[in-house]
């Protein structure tokens, strides 16, 4: 038996306003998408923004269900948006961010494990890495330089 460690690197901004302006853009985006968010079960609202290779930004916020889990996450929302009306277009970035009826959200939220499995095909698909920044109501912003960066050792199509 051999024991291995798997690292990785994550940059973190101390607030949006340390962003580079064209994420900040983006990240605005994301909170108007939140504002859409349909989530009167959790009042935890998420919205997301995503830049195509094309200057496009395509939105998506949390859509939820009295049938708990046909309800779906605001990245999920806005990646399948983006494939589904630009199939040819790469997805350079993604911007989230969440807050919280009944609380500040006071750290960054990072995707899910389905949405990160989600993001993880399309880098796949578009073989270039899609980079992300996610934060919470305010405070901290993380940025990772591909989604893969969050998710070691990613199931994908090699193994199919
Ligand atoms: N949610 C997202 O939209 N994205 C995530 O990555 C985490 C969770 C949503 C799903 C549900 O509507 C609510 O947040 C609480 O889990």
Redesign the pocket.
Known sequence: MIEKQISTTIQLFDSVSELPEQIQKLMNKAVEARHTAY?PY?K?K?GAALILENGEVVMGS?Q?NASYPS?L???RTAIYAAGANYPNQKIKTIAITATSEKQEVLEP?A??GA?RQAIAEYEQKQKEPIEIFFTGSRGKVMHVKSLLDILPLAFDNKFL
């Open positions: 989530a959790s935890f998420v949390n939820e309800g996450c605001a990245e939220i995707p899910c949405c």
